[in-house]
Nanobody, 129 residues
Framework: QLQLVESGGGLVQPGGSLRLSCAAS????????IGWFRQAPGKEREGVSC????????NYVDSVKGRFTISRDNAKNTVYLQMNSLKPEDTAVYYC??????????????????????WGQGTQVTVSS
């Protein structure tokens, strides 16, 4: 059974950092682009970042550029989202999702939720003093 499990969320003060992990079980992430998404209360889901299956390409929504870094460790079957300089507006439930990509698209990823087929359950991130 394909499963994604997020971890690393929590409560942090503004300006602080968190590292989210997205661990896969039941399948290998080698052939999947991975996206991070978030949803704040009363708001629509927002794409945050993605990394291609090759790891050679990443994309970020403008609001997190320069603060968040996505990376992957295929040996650990895990993708990470390092979040620095956190702001209260980053408060949300964060989800990771996987999109199988053919070899011809191994260097591509998009931050559109409809492209992703497998989703985790989410981890809460709260930025507050």
């Amino acid at each position: 059974q394909l499963q994604l499990v997020e971890s690393g969320g929590g409560l942090v003060q503004p300006g602080g950092s968190l590292r989210l992990s997205c661990a896969a079980s039941g399948f290998t992430l080698d052939y999947y682009a991975i996206g991070w998404f978030r949803q704040a209360p009363g708001k629509e889901r927002e794409g945050v970042s993605c990394i291609s299956s090759s790891g050679g390409s990443t994309n970020y929504v403008d609001s997190v550029k320069g603060r968040f870094t996505i990376s992957r460790d295929n040996a650990k079957n895990t993708v990470y989202l390092q979040m620095n300089s956190l702001k209260p507006e980053d408060t949300a439930v964060y989800y990771c999702a996987a999109d199988w990509t053919p070899a011809t698209a191994q260097h591509n990823c998009v931050i559109r939720g409809e492209e992703y087929d497998n989703w985790g359950q989410g981890t809460q991130v709260t930025v507050s003093s």
